[in-house]
C-alpha cells in the first residue's frame, strides 16, 4: 500500500474544500496509517516546490470553513508552463518528479482543467486519483451532485428573498444574475426556491415577448413587481448575447455589465417599469458550506482516499445516492452537464406558471 | 377529469409544508384547471366542516414560511373520532360524505398517521393522493429524501457550530439532543455536518466506555472538549433507556429531561469533566425551509397534483432522483426507514474518527 | 384628541418600515383608540387617492419583513407634481385636501426628501409629525441611530465574511462596494465588523499610494489577500470621481461601474495583483431588519404616534438612548450628518491598523 | 510607559471576547509598541503559570468567531484558591507575582467576579484595567451596552420567528425561555424583537390570571396562538419561584426544568391549550458575533489598551455613545443594572399590547 498521498486543490475556489481535505487527512491516518502532503495553490505549488504536513491537527476545526487552507488557482498548467514572458514549455516531467519525491500517488480535487491535467499526468505514469469540484453543478461525472453547488444557489435564494421586499415595495423589475456561464442549474435551482416569476438558462434561448407576457400577466393580477433569475450565459434566441464593446474616455476598450444589466434596461425600456440589476458574483463562492455541503464533500473526501489507498488510481470519485462509483479519469472532461430542458425539474417549474423566456 | 381537489395537512408541521401546498394549487390552477380547497387542521377540519378556497392570491408568498398555512393537528381520526369524553366512533362515512360534496379528490399531506387514514378512506372508494411528510425521514416511501429534514438538520448543525465555540472555551463536553425517536438520521446528518466527535442513534446501542475512549483519545491530542449529538431515541446497550420517573412535590409522577440529559450527567460522573445538555425541541421544526426542502416540496406538490389530474388514485407520491415513483398507499405504513448501519454514510463517519457508540 | 391619523412611506425601503407601522397602528388602536388609515406608494397615492384602513389585523405578522405594506415610491412631490409630459404644477391644496378628508394628522416616515415636503405641508397648516428614515444613517436628526443601518451593514459585514474565504483561496484583492453617497457609515462600520484592511469613505479623499502601502505590508507578513471596502461616494484626493462616460455599440452613453470597479481595476494594474469588485447595490435594503431595527423601529413608531396623539405637530421623532427627543421639522433637512473623521470610531479603526486612504 | 500587558477571560464566555483580544494586541503592537501576553484559563492560568505571547498572527482570523482563544473559566479565585479537597489559601501575593514576572500591567475581562477580582489585586498594587464583559447587559458599569448581548437576544428572537410558524399551525402556547436569572434585558429585546405576547421578567412578578388574559383576548381575536418569552429569573407575584425538588428512582435530588416549564405546564392546565416550552441554555451564548457585537467589542478592546498605555490604572473601560468613560473599578461590583420598569422601552411594549404579567 502506498505510504504517503499528495493532495492539491485546482481552479476556482467551492465550499466544501476544507471538508475534503478534512476527510481525505482523518480517513488516511486513522483508517490507513497514510501520511498526507498538501501542495499550495494547485499544480503552481508543485511547480515551485511549496509542500506542507496536513496532519490532524492542520485540519483541525475547518470543516465549516470556506475557501481552501491549501491555496488555489485557475493557472500554471505543467503541460504548458509560463516560464517566461511568451514562452512556454512542457515540464511535466519535472511536476512528477516533484510530486514523486513527496508522495506515492497524488488525489487532485479540481474542476475539469485540473481534472484534465491529472488525467494527462496519469497517462505518463502517475498514480492520480481525482474529486470533482465544480461550484455550478456542471461536471459530467455520471449524475452526482457536486459540493458546493448547495451553499451557491442557497445564498442566490437568499438573495431573492432580500430583492423580493424591495421589488415589492417599489413596484419594480428586479433581475438576478447568477453564475452559470454553460449551465444554468444554479438560476434553476435558485428561482425555484426564491419564487422567481422567470428563469433565463444557457440552455433555454429566450425573447423579450415572453419575459414581456409574464409581467403583464401579474400585472392583471395587480402583483405590480417582478423577479427575474438570469445565468450569466443566458441568451436571447436568434443571437449571440450581445457582447458590448464599451469606448471609455481612456480609449480602452472594456465589458459593459453583462445580460443581467442588458435584460434589466430593455425590460425597462420596453414594460417602462422600473428595472434594476443586481449580480451575484463572487458572493455565490464565499461563505460556509451548507450543511449538505459539508457532508457531500466529506464523504468525497474519505471516498477518493478510500481509492488511492486500495490502488484504484486513474478514476474519479463519484457518489450517486449511497453508491461510490468511480468513473475513469478519461471520461470526466467530455463536455459539461446541462440543465434537462425536458426533465422532471423544468417541468414541474413551468406547471408552476415560471416563464422560462421560450 | 376532476374539477376540484381539496387538501389537507396532518401531524407535526414541517418546513416545507407551505411550499408544498402552494405548487399543488398553482398546478392545478395553471396546468389542469382544476379548483383547490383547503380543510383546516387536518382531519379535524373535515369533521368539523371548516373549508377555505385555495385560489393563487391566498398562497402568494407562502413558499419561504415554515408551518402550514392549513393548521394541522395530531388528532382526530375519522375512524375513531371522539363524539364525547372517552367515547369514540367510527365517523367515517361522514368524513368522506363531507369531502365529496366540496371535491372529487383528496391529497393529504402527512406522515404514518394521516396517510394510513387516507389508505383507509381509499379503501372505502375516496379518490386519495398521498404527500408523503416526516421531518425526521424515516417514512419509508421508497428511497425518496423528504422535505423539512434537510432543514431539520441543518439548523442541528448550526447548533452544534455555536456550541463548539462555547465548549472549547470552557474545556468542557456539550450534548446536544435532535429529534430521532426511531430513526437517528437527523442525528448522523447533523453530526457529520457539525465536526460531532460521538454520535448516538436508535439503531446503533451504546457503551459509556466507547465514548469515554473517545474523550480520552481527544484529551491525549490536547483537545480538552467534546461535542456528542444523541438522538432523541438512543440507547445504551444491553437496557431499555431509563425512562426517569420522577416525584416532584406536588407528587405528580412526570418525566425527566431525556436521553441527553441521561448522558451528560453520566458522561460529568465518569470523566469529572463538566458537562451540559441542550434540547432543540421544537426549533427543529420551525423556521424558514432551506432552499434544498422549498424545491423538494415544490416537486412533491406538482407531482401529487399530476397524479390527481391523471385519476391516478390511492398512490403517494415519492421522487427519486429525477423521477417520478408513485408508491401504493398500502406500503406506505409498513414500518420506517431506518439509518442502514453498514451503510456508506455510517461507515465515512467511523473513517473519520466519529465514535459510535459502539 | 385626534380621531384619525394618516400613515405613508416615502423615498428608499428601508428594512423596518413594516415594524414601524405596525407599532403606530398598535399604539393608535391599543393606547389611544384612534384609527389609522394608510396611503400607498407616499405622496402619490395622496395624489391618486388610494388608502387602506389600518387595522390590528393588516399589521399582524409584517414585523420581521423587509419593505413597506404601504408601498413607496421615490417621486410625486405634491408641490411640484406632474401633470402632463414635462408640466408641473403645485398640487399641494389638493394635497391637503385630500389628507383632511381622511384624517386628522399625518405621519410621514421618510427621509429627507419626504419631510421636506412634510415640513411645507405643516408650514401650510397640515398637522405633520415625521418619522425619519435613512439607511445610510446619515440624516441629520439629533445623535439618533435610524432603523434600517444595522440591517445593512450587517449585510455588508456578511458579504465581507464570504469574500474573506475566496480572496485568502486565490490571493486576491476583494474591492466591495457598499451604499454611502455622501456619508459612510456603513462602509466604516462594515470594515470594522468584517476585518477590512482598507475602508475608503466619502470624508476622506483617499490616495492609492497609501491603500498600496498597507497592501504591501500585508505581503510582508506573508498575507497575499486583502480586503477592501469602499462606499459608493469615495473620491480620489485632489480629483473628482473619475464618472466614466462610456459609448456603448448603440451609441446610447451610459455610465461605467462606479468607484469600487475604478478602484479594483486601479489595483490591479498597480501591484499586479489580481483584483476583482463586488456591489451589493439593492441587497442591503432588502431582507428582514435585524432585532436591533425591529426594536429601533417599534419605538420609533410608538414615539411618533405618541407625539401625534398628544397634538405635538411639526417634530420628528428621535429617540437618544433612552429618551424621546423631539426635534422640529423645519431643522431636519439642514444637511446630512458625515462620520466625524475625528471621532473615537474613525480613530479606533486607524488604532488597529486600519488604511483609511489618507 | 509599560513595555508588555497581560491579558484573561474569565467566567461565561461571551460572543465578542475574541473581537477584544484582537483589538488589544493590535492596538498594543501598531499604536504603542507594546507587547502583549495572554494567561490561559482565567485567574488559574495565572496560578499555573500558563502563558502564550499573543502576536498579530495569532490574531488573525479570530473578529468573527465565537468563544476565547485564550479559554475561560468560573473558578479559581486567587484570594481564595484551592490547594487541596476543601482546602482553601490566599495565594493572591503569588499570583501578583506571576503576572508581574511576565507584564507590567494586567487587562482583566470579566464579569462582575473576575472584576472584583482585578479590583483586590488592584488594592495590592497590581496595575490592572478592567473590561466589562456579561452576555446579560446587566453589569452596572454606567449605561454602557456590553457586547455578546446583541448576539444573545438576537438568537433568542431568531428561536421566537422559528417557534412562530410552529405555534400557529398548531394552535399551541409556546413558552420560550432566555438568559436572566437578575435582570430580564435579553426577555425584554428578544420578547419586543420578535413579536412575543407575553414578556415575563425578573424585575416585574407575573400572575398567570394576567397572562391567560391576554391569550384569551387573542383567541376572541381568533388567533389561536400565543408566544410567551420567560427570563430564568421571572417569578409568579407572591411567591418564590417555585424550585420543585424531584426524587428520582436513584434517589438523587435533582432540579426539575425551570421556570419555563413551569409556567407552559401551568398555562395548559388552567387553559386546555396544548403548551410546549423550549429552553435556549448555552445556544445563547455561542455563535459568531453580530456585526454590533464585533464593533463594540473591538472599540471596547481599543479603550482598555488606551488606558493601560496611559498608565490609567483601576479603571474599567466604559463607552457611552461615541466618548470613552472610565469607571473606578470599585464601583463596578455595586449590584447590576436592572431592567427600568418605568422606562421608554417597557412603556413601548405595553403601548404595543405586549402582556408584561401584571
Avoid: W
Avoid at 457518489?319 to 425536458?342: F, M, N, Q
Amino acid at each position: 500500500m502506498i505510504q504517503r498521498v499528495a493532495v492539491l486543490t485546482g481552479g476556482g475556489d467551492a465550499p466544501g474544500l476544507n471538508a475534503v481535505i478534512r476527510a481525505i487527512v482523518k480517513t488516511a491516518v486513522r483508517e490507513y496509517g497514510i501520511e498526507v502532503i498538501g501542495f499550495r495553490d494547485g499544480f503552481k505549488g508543485v511547480m515551485e516546490n511549496r509542500v506542507t504536513l496536513l496532519t490532524e491537527a492542520e485540519v483541525s476545526g475547518i470543516l465549516p470553513r470556506g475557501g481552501t487552507i491549501l491555496g488555489t488557482t485557475n493557472r500554471d498548467n505543467p503541460f504548458h508552463y509560463q516560464v517566461a514572458e511568451g514562452k512556454f514549455e512542457d515540464r511535466s516531467d519535472q511536476c512528477i518528479e516533484t510530486i514523486k519525491e513527496y508522495a506515492d500517488a497524488l488525489i487532485v480535487i479540481g474542476g475539469d482543467g485540473s481534472l484534465s491535467i491529472g488525467y494527462d499526468l496519469a497517462q505518463k505514469g502517475l498514480h492520480v486519483v481525482g474529486c470533482p469540484k465544480t461550484i455550478d453543478n456542471d461536471l459530467a461525472v455520471g449524475q452526482a451532485k457536486t459540493f458546493g453547488f448547495d451553499t451557491a444557489y442557497a445564498f442566490a435564494t437568499e438573495a431573492l428573498d432580500r430583492l423580493h421586499a424591495t421589488a415589492e415595495s417599489h413596484h419594480r423589475i428586479i433581475v438576478l444574475e447568477v453564475m452559470g456561464r454553460y449551465a444554468g442549474h444554479i438560476a434553476l435551482h435558485a428561482g425555484l426556491a426564491g419564487g422567481a416569476d422567470v428563469i433565463l438558462l444557457p440552455e433555454i434561448p429566450f425573447t423579450y415577448e415572453k419575459i414581456i407576457a409574464k409581467i403583464n400577466e401579474r400585472l392583471s393580477q395587480n402583483k405590480r413587481f417582478s423577479l427575474v433569475v438570469v445565468a450569466e450565459g443566458a441568451k436571447p434566441l436568434g443571437g449571440e448575447m450581445v457582447v458590448q464593446k464599451v469606448i471609455t474616455q481612456s480609449t480602452d476598450p472594456i465589458r459593459l455589465g453583462g445580460i443581467g444589466e442588458v435584460v434589466a434596461r430593455e425590460l425597462e425600456r420596453r414594460t417602462g417599469i422600473e428595472s434594476r440589476v443586481t449580480v451575484l458574483g463572487h458572493l455565490q463562492r464565499g461563505g460556509s458550506p451548507t450543511p449538505y455541503d459539508r457532508i457531500l464533500a466529506t464523504r468525497y473526501g474519505v471516498a477518493a482516499m478510500d481509492l488511492a489507498a486500495r490502488g484504484q488510481f486513474g478514476y474519479v470519485v463519484s457518489l450517486d445516492g449511497e453508491h461510490l462509483k468511480p468513473v475513469p479519469l478519461a471520461e470526466v472532461a467530455k463536455g459539461i452537464r446541462k440543465v434537462d430542458v425536458e426533465g422532471e425539474l423544468v417541468k414541474a417549474a413551468r406547471k408552476i406558471g415560471i416563464c422560462l423566456g421560450d
